[in-house]
């Protein structure tokens, strides 16, 4: 069973920032927090991951609180195509990857 | 570089019946793994293989499904017989490596959607 618990479902302008919650309070010291995304008929997509930082890419930005009991998946500037659903999940190096339900974030022009 | 690639797109077959499904890892990647996506659902794994060797495949539903990955690059998933509860989108993903895929992701294929009438 998938080990974190995020929002159903979530809307958001275009053109503004999508900040997508997700708590992991059962994560353990050396898990790292994943992020990936799937657009309708499509496979997931790999986002972004940390383990105690906040980090940046090109997609996004993810913000880990201090103890690691939540994070935020950032998006800056939402687009249409940014519509999709988002999982955030909590990983240990060897292991796999277990999806939850995600949150559907849905665009609104 | 080229993605994961799945074969076919889409199926539709008769209970009881047969399916097979291929997956085409992205090169040089040594971890394989099928998971299994019910609609509504995010997807389960099903069974992870580490070049020609099976890993992890404790979700596997090994009276009716079989997977192989014989020479390390290719896999295929068979469902034999079918049942209608096996209708889903089956997903391949690949990752560089077992012990290192947290540092690179994994690459999913787009699924062959499967239904069971």
């Known amino acids: 069973d998938a080990k974190t618990t995020q929002p159903t479902s979530m809307d958001c302008a275009e053109g503004r920032a999508a900040n997508l919650p997700c708590n992991h309070s059962t994560i353990s010291g050396n898990e790292y927090v994943y992020w990936y995304r799937q657009i309708h008929s499509q496979g997931p997509q790999y986002i972004i991951h940390?383990?105690?930082n906040n980090e940046t890419n090109e997609m996004a930005s993810l913000i880990i609180t201090e103890d690691r009991k939540s994070s935020t998946l950032i998006l800056p500037h939402a687009t249409l195509r940014d519509t999709a659903v988002y999982y955030c999940i909590d990983q240990t190096g060897a292991n796999n990857l277990f999806f939850g339900t995600g949150t559907r974030l849905t665009v609104i022009p | 570089e080229a993605g994961v690639a799945q074969s076919p797109r889409y199926k539709i077959i008769e209970k009881r019946q047969s399916v097979a499904f291929w997956c085409n890892p992205i090169s040089g990647h040594a971890t394989l793994y099928w998971y299994q996506q019910i609609l509504g659902q995010g997807p389960k794994l099903l069974i992870q293989f580490q070049n020609n060797g099976v890993v992890d495949d404790s979700q596997l539903p090994k009276d009716r499904f079989s997977a192989e990955r014989l020479k390390g690059v290719d896999s295929t998933l068979k469902i034999q017989p079918a049942k209608l509860e096996d209708s889903a989108v089956y997903l391949c993903a690949s990752s560089l490596d077992r012990d290192r895929g947290w540092d690179y992701g994994y690459t999913f294929g787009s699924g062959t959607r499967l239904t069971v009438v």
């Open positions: 940390g383990l105690k």
